[in-house]
């Protein structure tokens, strides 16, 4: 049997041999006394790759979000994100139950909110109102699989959020896709934001770690405080942030062979099962197939492929999202197509 294709997500992948090297090799020291040379190194790293004043290493991306979402609203303040945000459908209730945060959902195409949708949302403070502190976006948007929001629809949302006023966060879980997918510059991005939550263990591959960039280097003090208090001050994890680092320097162009391996998996597929996926959605490294009538449901292809070697994700009764990594070559890219291909005829 061939090694199987794993295509559930790319949080899936494995540490490289020269990233565990660079873990090996790594100086550290205690982080919570601030000594730890490679946690700073990749703090400083990060901030001057988004032109922001200040980041912090977290142990993952839902705990950036958190400190993020800490930092821009205050308990029984409210958040507005899309109804499919992360933050809201898999974070646990992390926000209510550690933050106190309202907050209220906007149903939007492939989860990319616009101007128009959110204007009338926004809420302003006064007699028993609850005021919109923060309004968070998701670049690039998982459940929309992999969709970028246009740079001029993000300037819109800022002006937007700015006047209202409002605070504005990125849950940029995979901004690095966003990023090499659209050409625009990682400061681009950084200029938009109040506080951004970026992830190293997704396409980039690194086991562990986030990193929470903070366009005010005031909020850096408090930003540690809250880490600390949810339990995320670690102590040598410079091991952790190596990994990051090393990521940081040898994966990101790469992503690019993630789109393509994509893009092939949508052509293929649409040219088997028309109507199934969309190719012109397919912007990153998420394929979602849409499974109409007669197609088998999801949990059905899912088994079907998963039989044949194949692990796909069912994010819906009839919806199957995969998601091409560091871990899938091309080899392993055709053999997908092939094992899906036949299991849509099932
Ligand atoms: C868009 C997005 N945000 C945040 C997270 C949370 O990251 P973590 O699993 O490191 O908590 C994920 C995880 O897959 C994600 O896809």
Redesign the pocket.
């Known amino acids: 049997m061939p090694p199987i294709v794993d295509l559930r997500?790319d949080?899936l992948t494995k540490p490289t041999d020269g990233m565990r090297r660079a873990m090996a090799n790594a100086e550290v020291g205690d982080d919570v006394y601030g000594e730890d040379p490679s946690i700073n190194a990749l703090e400083a790293e990060v901030a001057e790759m988004f032109g922001q004043a200040a980041a912090l290493f977290v142990p993952?991306?839902?705990m950036g979000?958190l400190v993020s979402l800490r930092l821009l609203c205050d308990p029984g303040e409210e958040l507005v994100c899309d109804a499919d945000a992360?933050i809201v459908s898999?974070e646990a209730g992390a926000a209510a139950a550690h933050g106190g945060i309202q907050t209220r959902t906007i149903v939007a195409d492939r989860g990319l909110l616009t101007p128009e949708a959110l204007a009338p949302q926004l809420r302003s403070p006064g007699y028993h109102a609850v005021a919109t502190a923060a309004v968070a976006v998701?670049q690039t948007h998982?459940r929309g699989g992999g969709a970028i929001y246009p740079l001029e629809q993000l300037l819109q949302l800022r002006a937007l959020t700015a006047a209202h006023p409002a605070r504005l966060h990125c849950?940029g879980?995979?901004i690095w896709n966003a990023h090499v997918a659209s050409g625009v510059g990682l400061e681009g991005y950084g200029a938009m934001f109040d506080t951004m939550s970026v992830?190293l263990?997704?396409g980039l591959g690194a086991p562990v770690g986030?990193v929470v960039v903070l366009s005010d280097a005031a909020m850096a003090e408090r930003a540690r405080d809250i880490r600390h208090r949810l339990g995320g001050a670690m102590r040598q994890a410079g091991v952790l942030a190596a990994a990051g680092r090393y990521a940081l320097h040898h994966h990101i162009d790469r992503l690019a062979e993630d789109h393509e391996h994509a893009r092939q998996l949508a052509a293929g597929i649409a040219d088997a099962a028309p109507g199934v996926v969309d190719p012109d959605t397919v912007e990153t490294n998420m394929v979602m197939l849409e499974l109409g009538e007669p197609m088998p449901d999801a949990a059905r292809l899912s088994q079907a492929c998963a039989d044949d070697g194949v692990l796909v994700s069912s994010v819906a009764p009839r919806r199957v999202r995969l998601v091409t990594h560091l871990d899938i070559d091309s080899a392993g890219t055709d053999r997908a197509l092939d094992v899906i291909r036949r299991a849509l005829k099932v």
Do not use: L
């Open positions: 997500s949080t993952s991306g839902t979000n992360h898999y998701e998982n849950d879980a995979r992830c263990s997704k986030s």
